[in-house]
């Protein structure tokens, strides 16, 4: 008699994926622990003050309505009033708001300036929409949000897929909801509008001038030139785009870049203006730019070049492609682009990291300099602006960079623990409300 024998399946148990609240938690701890953080002011700085989570309706174009979710969450107020973006993407939920909006508290505290963090969004693919849908889509998203935000209290940005239309919608529909003696003086609610909104000359442009000058302030510390430098792009939207404009201009070469849409190089180089006027030809895309090939998507990090600027969404290096990054420099222009794994296998093969939170903050920099512009009733010109911004992100740098060699350590931590203290000489002073 066949005795049958059952076969023992293998259970390999399921990693969780690790997402990027576990990423800015671990960043925020490691610091915590170098300054030896007061464990009640560690616990108020672990947690977000209020998280808004809205479901609305809104109608589209053929009648139907469909239900939109978005997110606001504020982190922390200490220095002053939430700020930070908003964006239309699939992957906000609300651990990456928390994320962003942690992120968000550094990086206000660390460039010195009277703000918290917040930041939110809604989870949406806007390329599947029309203009006047988004534009419902956000005026409604706003009229619910309105007694969450205001001039004084949290100021949304542009940030992934939104922009100074998006801003502009948000302020007006806010406005409208304010008596009429007070609409005029809350159109700093948002900052990142358009020129003849309120906006500030060179918001646009601020972001990716802040990642250039960051890497430029880098290479002037090591005594290296950028002249031929090759260098490659992931996101070519304003970030993207400026930041090479810009480095290009010092003598850099840009030799790859990838989009939402593919990935192109060309190791004799690109150049910016004619692929940046091909992708605006070509509904924001890169793909199929006649002086460059193909690449694949997942070989893009391993290309040959000297500064890499991740410019697109949040865990973009990790410990799948770090070890094979050939960049000598990592210049962060998105939030949270490096995780944790990733960066402690660039940090062990000598490369160098200018975190998020000093590298791309150009952007929040500028925003703060259009909310006094609106305060004051004031308007600043461009050449004054850029000023303003130079001596900013240099002072924001040479300090990072001081405090990262005097106390042999990397610059994200150096970054947080500059930012953290900064909030906690706050709290000390003020003392915890009973």
């Known amino acids: 008699m066949a005795i049958a024998t059952a076969k023992l399946k293998k259970v390999t148990k399921k990693v969780p994926v690790r997402g990027m609240m576990d990423n800015v938690m671990e960043q925020f701890n490691t610091a915590a622990d170098q300054i030896n953080l007061h464990p009640n002011i560690r ?99 706003t009229f619910a949000l309105a007694d969450n935000i205001g001039p004084e209290h949290d100021i949304p940005a542009p940030d992934v897929n939104t922009n100074s239309q998006t801003m502009a919608w948000i302020a007006d529909t806010y406005m409208s909801t304010r008596p009429p003696a007070e609409r005029t003086a809350n159109q700093h609610v948002v900052t990142g509008k358009p020129d003849g909104s309120g ?28 002249k031929g430098k090759k260098f490659i792009v992931q996101g070519f939207g304003n970030v993207g785009y400026w930041a090479a404009h810009f480095l290009e201009k010092d003598g850099a070469k840009l030799v790859a870049v990838q989009d939402a849409f593919g ?38 990090f391993t290309l040959d070049c000297d500064i890499c600027i ?44 200018i975190p998020d939170i000093l590298c791309n903050s150009g952007g929040v920099v500028a925003s703060y300099f259009e909310w006094l512009q609106n305060r004051n009733g004031e308007l600043w010109q461009l050449d004054e602006v850029m000023t303003k911004l130079d001596k900013k992100l240099k002072e924001s740098f040479d300090k990072v960079y001081a405090y990262s060699e005097r106390e042999a350590m990397d610059m994200r931590t150096a970054a947080f623990c500059i930012a953290i203290e900064r909030i906690e000489k706050a709290y000390v002073q003020r003392g915890i409300f009973p």
């Open 310 to 353: 991740p410019a697109a969404l949040g865990n973009q290096i990790t410990k799948k492609n770090a070890s094979k990054i050939k960049a000598k420099l990592i210049a962060e222009g998105a939030n949270g682009p490096t995780n944790v794994e990733g960066e402690k296998i660039l940090l062990e093969r000598g490369i160098s990291i």
């Open 263 to 300: 990935s192109i190089q060309n190791q004799k180089g690109i150049t910016v203006e004619d692929l940046f006027k091909y992708s605006q030809i070509n509904d924001g895309s890169i793909v199929d730019f006649p002086n460059a090939m193909s690449v694949k998507k997942e070989e893009f």
């Open 199 to 226: 906006g500030l000359e060179g918001r646009d442009r601020a972001t990716g001038y802040g990642v250039y000058l960051s890497i430029k302030f880098w290479a002037e510390k090591k005594s290296v030139s950028l």
């Open 43 to 141: 616990k108020i700085l672990s947690i977000t003050n209020n998280e808004i989570i809205i479901n609305f309706p809104v109608k589209m174009d053929n009648g139907d309505v469909e239900i939109f979710t978005g997110y606001r969450v504020q982190h922390n107020n200490a220095l002053g009033p939430y700020k930070g973006g908003l964006r239309y993407h699939p992957t906000v939920d609300i651990d990456a708001a928390r994320a962003l909006a942690m992120w968000m508290t550094w990086k206000t505290s660390l460039a010195g300036l009277p703000y918290g963090g917040g930041k939110g969004g809604i989870k949406i693919d806007p390329s599947k929409y029309s203009h006047s849908e988004l534009e419902r889509i956000t005026r409604r998203f």
